[in-house]
């Protein structure tokens, strides 16, 4: 399967900053998706992330908070901005290489708001 | 009613027990699922498809009931590495690609 580098693996940043993580593939992949998996809980879909155009973002995630690029078809970033102690979380890009194939994903990003 | 519902456990078995975990799904359009095992503090990774007539992977068995709508995952002779969470998982469907998790059920294995 895909090998997927997502980074930074864990940051602690200040209340109302913003933070970018990227999502590297080693080979080219049909779809990106990004989760948020809060304390205790599972996952839960933020967006698709769309190559050459605007993500589509699930119910309750907007693109002013949770802005995506997808460039092209092996690299996205997602930015959580103006974070808040609420957005405290693990943050997760997937891929699925081929219709009707399961998700893979990447290692996380552990994310802390003081 | 939530999409994709599990027991959340924790499920405490001995080492070499059998032990099962369910699950049911809402959308009967689903065509797609899922075993994932998510370790603490990892992300989640493949266990198994679950397919219609059913597979088996060493000691995970799946079932698929679409009648039903029920999903299982058999362990037999449980180690003390299979401790973890396991979700289960369906796509959504209109070919999207999405995939709807469950909450997880936790097992420890115990010696």
């Known amino acids: 399967s895909a090998v997927i580098s997502q980074k930074p693996s864990r940051d602690i940043c200040q209340r109302g900053t913003s933070l970018t993580i990227q999502c590297q593939v080693d080979?080219?992949?049909?779809?990106m998706f990004w989760y948020r998996q809060q304390p205790g809980q599972s996952l839960t879909l933020i967006a698709t992330?769309?190559?050459?155009?605007?993500?589509?973002?699930e119910s309750g995630f907007v693109i002013d908070k949770f802005p995506i690029s997808r460039p092209n078809l092996t690299f996205s970033t997602l930015t959580v901005s103006n974070m808040s102690p609420e957005d405290s979380s693990i943050y997760l890009c997937?891929?699925?290489?081929?219709?009707?194939?399961?998700?893979?994903f990447g290692d996380g990003t552990r994310l802390s708001i003081l | 009613r939530k999409e994709v519902e599990q027991d959340p456990g924790p499920f405490n078995v001995p080492e070499g027990a059998t032990v099962a975990f369910n699950c049911t799904y809402s959308?009967?359009?689903?065509?797609?699922f899922f075993w994932y095992r998510q370790d603490c503090r990892k992300e989640p990774k493949l266990l198994m498809s679950?397919?219609?007539s059913g597979n088996e992977d060493g000691r995970f068995t799946a079932q698929l009931n679409r009648a039903s709508q029920y999903i299982s995952l058999l362990i037999r002779d449980s180690k003390l590495s299979d401790s973890a969470t396991y979700l289960c998982v369906v796509n959504k469907p209109s070919n999207t690609g999405k995939l709807i998790f469950g909450q997880g059920t936790t097992l420890q294995v115990k010696p």
């Open positions: 080979s080219q992949v049909t779809m």
């Open positions: 679950v397919y219609s």
């Open positions: 959308n009967s359009a689903s065509q797609s």
């Open positions: 992330a769309n190559q050459g155009s605007e993500a589509t973002y």
């Open positions: 997937s891929v699925v290489t081929g219709g009707g194939q399961p998700q893979h």
